[in-house]
């Protein structure tokens, strides 16, 4: 039987939706969402919305142009059922139902200044082993994609674990943990440029130690 929720992604959602890539490695850019939809997030690929009446189901909807979908629902069908990752419900050609998790990114924690324990990170890093027992490469995982719940950890975006090479964004957010936020900022909300200066200059500082082959 047809979803019910399948409808209103195909005849309400889509045809109404605006959504456009401006800069490859920039988020994309939401520029009309029809009601009631909502939006949860959005990221380099696609924008993530919500219907109130099935509020534990999202829709990622990829922007024109952005590759990867099948490649994320390959990654899902992989991973099955895990506590810390979501499930995906149905593949559209440019969209995918996903069950919703219900948490708060590490990004919005620090934004909001909500302290993130330990175990947040020792969950998000048993599931990346999970995934790589399932034959998966865990890839861009950084604050947006990673979220808390109840004190425990998930990871939101699994889009990029089919590609090959390694990526050390998790290994420097697990040191930034130690090193810096335990004892530093644990308790203090961080201004939405201060993190945006922050995630420009990492990424410019890892392209500068590239080009001098340093890593
Ligand atoms: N299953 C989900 N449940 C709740 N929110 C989600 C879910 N998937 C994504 N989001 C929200 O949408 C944002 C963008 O989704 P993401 O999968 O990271 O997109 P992209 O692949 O474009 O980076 C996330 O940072 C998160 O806030
Ligand atoms: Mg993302």
């Given amino acids: 039987m047809l979803k019910p929720w399948l409808l209103e992604i195909e005849h309400q959602l889509l ?5 456009y890539s401006k800069q490859p490695y920039d988020p ?5 969402i029809p009601k009631p939809w909502k939006l949860l997030g959005s990221g380099n690929y696609a924008a993530v919305l919500m219907h109130p009446n099935y509020s534990d189901l999202v829709v ?7 590759p990867g979908i099948e490649e ?3 990654v899902y069908r ?3 059922k895990h506590p810390a990752y979501s499930e995906c419900l149905h593949a559209g050609e440019n969209y995918l139902v996903l069950r919703r998790l219900t948490g708060v990114t590490l990004y919005k924690c620090l934004q909001r200044g909500l302290p993130i324990p ?3 990170i020792q969950d998000i890093d048993e599931a990346l082993a999970y995934a790589v027992n399932r034959g998966l490469n865990p890839h861009d995982v950084h604050g947006k994609n990673v979220m808390m719940k109840d004190g425990r950890g998930l990871v939101v975006d699994v889009s990029d674990f089919m590609k090959q090479e390694y990526c050390p964004m998790w290994d420097d957010l697990k040191n930034a943990y130690d090193r810096f ?3 530093w900022v644990r308790k203090m909300p961080i201004p939405n440029f201060a993190l945006n200066v922050v995630r420009r200059s990492y990424r410019k500082w890892k392209k500068f130690r590239r080009t001098r082959g340093t890593i």
Avoid: D, F, N
């Fill in 15 to 19: 045809p109404q939706l605006e959504i």
């Fill in 28 to 32: 994309i850019v939401v520029h009309y």
């Fill in 60 to 66: 990622k909807v990829y922007a024109p142009g952005r």
């Fill in 72 to 74: 994320e629902t390959e």
């Fill in 78 to 80: 992989r991973l099955g």
């Fill in 118 to 120: 330990r175990q947040v």
């Fill in 181 to 183: 936020y335990y004892s």
